[in-house]
């Protein structure tokens, strides 16, 4: 027996037979030259072929509405938005008619070039936007293949439905989104691929579809076999291969009892968030995007306590208009209400920028340092008043508070609060409505804001700390690297000192705080920061339940 490390996505274990996807990218291209009088037709076949991709989009989209969530539609219109990109279409007809190449040599040089591109950027983001590039081009090519074979092309989920059998776990170097529903349409119940990362929007797609899978998994070419029983733990992240009998029955009752604790969980829905010794808990929940809200108001919370915007461009890769933004957040604040939303100001830095961003901006060498948070947002006052106009508007819907990320000092939070001061006033001119002042709170998530916290507090009407950050920053730990993963410590002395500092200060000045980074999903932890005083954490909405049941069980 031997065992395969990954990022886990879920929690969920599946025992099934591995369906190796052999040779998904291996495509051989012969260096084609074209004659000039070819081109137009050349163009035309590259142009059939997009349009080919484009359907198929939009039919997976169709034929899958029942696993269809918000998240999903984002992520298929992301795709489309690459397919359609003048940078893949439009060059890659320009290099056919200038170099005189076949448009299957073409697009693979405009692919190597975009790659080159997006390959001087060191950050996960872009790597995996590098990714959905090429597995677009990939398809692309094998549309003009089909083309060329003068065949009709197949239904999309029939070449699926003729080869893999259902019941199966999933392994393949690296999957393109779109491809995944037909997938779990014809019954694979779990995803081992090597590319992709904990923060990737494949993981977001399957954490909304409930799929268990591991990301990033160890090689596992040659390994092993298709058809070979093998065990994915989600939870940890392993995969298990040549499991004997007695560890598969091991694995068995770890499913029989994981069934158990989730029926177990659900009685914790109707139950209020409260202490052994009744003290109660405001149990919030983090979102990215409004489908997310849904399934929160499902559970039983009592607000979104971050929601965090940026995902929504990421999700959309592209810079949304303030009718989109309104939208958006209007349909978490009507799902919401009364209960409060708080709505955090795009978070965007290098590791998050829609592609469509990036030629706006230079990139940060170093990018957790760099101009994230409310520096982009003061520096970039039009995105920030859309943002601002749009919650403002939003607001008439519900309960909204604004919540500012990466606050270093009390002059950015003035600064933020007199441009949406103005934003109150532009909205009620143009708009006519009357929006409140809304509440405005700052991240906690920097060392030099949790120990000036005292500063901060006459210019907040809250405080959220933002655990993961304030480690990063504290302990000098990049967060996106995963060889330093291990030196995350929240024992370490200087964290317990900024976090203690900022809830007892905060409880001191009668300034509202919670905690809504990971820390709060360790009861270990929550237990503390409650005995402190603190009274509110905001946790992923896929641990909200465990996490009642948790405090159910402690007293302070
Ligand atoms: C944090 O930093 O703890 C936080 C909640 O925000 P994000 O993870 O989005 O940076
Ligand atoms: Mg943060």
């Given at each position: 027996m031997?065992?395969?490390?990954?990022?886990g996505?879920?929690?969920?274990?599946?025992?099934?037979?591995?369906?190796i996807n052999?040779?998904f990218?291996?495509?051989?291209?012969?260096h084609?030259e074209i004659t000039?009088s070819?081109?137009?037709k050349?163009?035309?076949?590259?142009r059939?072929?997009?349009?080919?991709?484009?359907?198929?989009?939009?039919?997976?989209?169709?034929?899958?509405?029942?696993?269809k969530t918000?998240?999903?539609?984002?992520l298929?219109?992301?795709?489309?938005?690459?397919?359609?990109?003048p940078?893949?279409?439009l060059e890659?007809?320009?290099?056919?008619?200038?170099?005189?190449i076949?448009?299957?040599?073409?697009?693979?040089?405009?692919?190597?070039?975009?790659v080159?591109?997006?390959s001087?950027i060191?950050?996960?983001?872009?790597?995996e936007?590098?990714?959905?590039?090429?597995?677009i081009?990939?398809q692309?090519?094998?549309?003009?293949?089909?083309?060329?074979?003068?065949?009709?092309?197949?239904?999309?989920h029939?070449?699926i439905?003729?080869?893999?059998?259902?019941?199966?776990?999933f392994?393949?170097?690296?999957l393109?989104?779109?491809?995944?529903?037909?997938?779990?349409q014809?019954g694979?119940k779990?995803?081992?691929l090597?590319s992709?990362?904990?923060?990737?929007?494949?993981?977001?797609?399957?954490?909304?579809?409930?799929?268990?899978?591991?990301?990033g998994?160890?090689?596992?070419?040659?390994?092993?076999?298709?058809?070979?029983?093998?065990?994915?733990?989600s939870?940890y992240?392993?995969l298990?291969?040549?499991a004997?009998?007695?560890?598969?029955?091991?694995?068995?009752e770890?499913?029989?009892?994981?069934h158990?604790k989730k029926?177990?969980?659900?009685?914790?829905?109707?139950?209020?968030?409260?202490?052994?010794?009744?003290?109660d808990?405001r149990?919030m929940?983090n979102?990215?995007n409004?489908?997310?809200?849904?399934?929160?108001?499902?559970i039983?919370?009592?607000?979104?306590?971050?929601f965090?915007?940026e995902?929504?461009?990421?999700?959309?890769?592209k810079?949304?208009?303030?009718?989109?933004?309104?939208e958006?957040?209007?349909?978490v604040?009507?799902?919401l209400?009364?209960?409060?939303?708080?709505?955090?100001?795009?978070?965007?830095?290098a590791d998050k920028l829609?592609?469509t961003m990036?030629?706006?901006?230079?990139?940060?060498?170093?990018?957790?340092?760099?101009?994230?948070?409310?520096?982009?947002?003061l520096?970039?006052?039009?995105?920030?008043?859309a943002?601002?106009?749009?919650?403002?508007?939003?607001?008439?819907?519900?309960?909204?508070k604004?919540?500012?990320?990466?606050?270093?000092?009390?002059e950015?939070?003035?600064?933020?609060?007199?441009l949406?001061?103005?934003?109150?006033n532009?909205v009620?001119?143009?708009?006519?409505?009357?929006p409140?002042?809304?509440?405005v709170?700052a991240?906690?998530?920097?060392p030099?804001?949790?120990?000036?916290?005292?500063?901060?507090?006459?210019?907040?009407?809250?405080?959220?700390l933002?655990?993961?950050?304030?480690m990063?920053?504290?302990?000098?730990i990049d967060?996106?690297?995963?060889?330093?993963?291990?030196?995350?410590?929240?024992?370490?002395?200087?964290?317990?000192?900024?976090?203690?500092?900022v809830?007892?200060?905060?409880?001191?000045?009668?300034?509202?705080?919670?905690?809504?980074?990971?820390?709060?999903n360790d009861?270990?932890?929550?237990?503390?920061f409650?005995?402190?005083?603190?009274r509110?954490?905001?946790?992923n909405?896929?641990?909200?339940?465990?996490?009642?049941e948790?405090?159910?069980?402690?007293?302070i």
């Amino acid at each position: 027996m031997f065992t395969l490390m990954g990022h886990g996505v879920g929690t969920d274990i599946v025992i099934a037979k591995a369906w190796i996807n052999i040779d998904f990218t291996g495509l051989e291209i012969r260096h084609t030259e074209i004659t000039e009088s070819q081109t137009v037709k050349e163009i035309e076949r590259l142009r059939r072929s997009v349009k080919m991709l484009d359907k198929d989009f939009r039919d997976v989209s169709d034929s899958f509405k029942e696993f269809k969530t918000g998240d999903f539609d984002n992520l298929l219109e992301s795709q489309r938005l690459i397919l359609n990109d003048p940078l893949l279409v439009l060059e890659t007809e320009k290099r056919i008619q200038n170099s005189l190449i076949s448009a299957e040599c073409a697009l693979i040089t405009q692919l190597e070039y975009i790659v080159e591109q997006f390959s001087k950027i060191s950050n996960p983001y872009f790597q995996e936007r590098k990714i959905d590039v090429e597995q677009i081009v990939v398809q692309l090519v094998k549309k003009l293949n089909l083309l060329d074979q003068n065949k009709k092309p197949k239904n999309s989920h029939s070449e699926i439905t003729e080869q893999v059998g259902p019941g199966w776990i999933f392994l393949s170097d690296k999957l393109s989104i779109n491809e995944i529903p037909k997938f779990i349409q014809h019954g694979i119940k779990g995803f081992a691929l090597e590319s992709g990362s904990p923060t990737s929007h494949l993981a977001t797609l399957f954490k909304s579809l409930e799929i268990p899978a591991i990301l990033g998994l160890q090689e596992h070419n040659q390994l092993i076999e298709h058809g070979e029983k093998i065990i994915l733990d989600s939870e940890y992240g392993i995969l298990l291969v040549g499991a004997d009998d007695h560890v598969l029955a091991e694995y068995e009752e770890r499913i029989e009892k994981g069934h158990e604790k989730k029926q177990k969980l659900k009685a914790f829905i109707s139950l209020p968030c409260r202490t052994k010794n009744n003290i109660d808990v405001r149990l919030m929940a983090n979102i990215e995007n409004p489908a997310e809200a849904n399934k929160a108001m499902e559970i039983g919370v009592s607000g979104i306590g971050l929601f965090r915007t940026e995902f929504l461009f990421l999700e959309r890769n592209k810079i949304l208009t303030e009718d989109e933004q309104f939208e958006a957040y209007k349909s978490v604040i009507l799902t919401l209400s009364p209960l409060p939303v708080v709505i955090r100001t795009l978070d965007l830095d290098a590791d998050k920028l829609p592609s469509t961003m990036f030629t706006k901006f230079t990139q940060d060498s170093n990018p957790a340092l760099g101009q994230r948070g409310i520096r982009f947002s003061l520096e970039n006052t039009d995105f920030f008043r859309a943002q601002i106009q749009a919650i403002l508007r939003a607001s008439e819907y519900g309960n909204v508070k604004i919540m500012l990320p990466l606050i270093t000092e009390k002059e950015e939070i003035i600064k933020a609060r007199q441009l949406i001061d103005q934003s109150v006033n532009f909205v009620s001119k143009i708009r006519q409505i009357n929006p409140k002042p809304p509440c405005v709170g700052a991240m906690i998530e920097v060392p030099s804001a949790a120990i000036a916290i005292d500063s901060l507090i006459p210019h907040i009407d809250f405080a959220s700390l933002g655990t993961n950050d304030l480690m990063q920053y504290t302990l000098a730990i990049d967060r996106t690297n995963s060889k330093v993963s291990h030196l995350y410590n929240p024992e370490h002395p200087a964290v317990k000192f900024l976090i203690e500092t900022v809830i007892k200060t905060c409880i001191n000045k009668s300034c509202p705080v919670s905690i809504c980074g990971e820390l709060a999903n360790d009861i270990q932890q929550t237990r503390n920061f409650l005995k402190m005083g603190l009274r509110e954490v905001s946790i992923n909405v896929g641990d909200l339940l465990k996490m009642k049941e948790q405090i159910s069980r402690i007293e302070i």
